[in-house]
Each structure stands twice: as C-alpha cells, then as structure tokens.
C-alpha cells in the first residue's frame, strides 16, 4: 500500500441467537495492511442487561 491506498474492515451481521447461546461476529479485512491493524470493539447492555449473567463484557483490541 502506497500512502493514500485504503483497505475495507467489515463485519458480518450475524443471524438470530437462541437465549443461552454463543453469536459470532466475523471481522475480515480486504486487502494486506502493511504493519498490520488494529480493531476494538467492546459490548454493552441492550436487550441483554446483565453482564455476566446475561452477557460476558468485553472490551478488548
């Protein structure tokens, strides 16, 4: 990559969970990223309201 190329991270849209199963998200990127990346990500309640009980927290790179 060149100064002013780009690369794409996407992330899928995962189907439907059943209550007391895992869900899977897939990060992917496009193309090589010299040097490498990196992706945060974190949850947080919403439907789901009780980390630990409901949900495991996760705040990680």
């Not at 209550?19 to 490498?36: C, I, M, P």
């Amino acid at each position: 990559m060149t100064d002013n190329d780009t690369a794409v991270v996407s992330i899928n849209s995962p189907t439907a969970v059943t209550e007391g199963n895992n869900v899977v998200f897939t990060v992917s990127v496009d193309k090589a990223v010299q040097g490498g990346f990196t992706v945060n990500y974190q949850s947080n309640d919403g439907t789901a309201t009780v980390a630990g009980s409901d949900y495991t927290d996760q705040d990680r790179s």
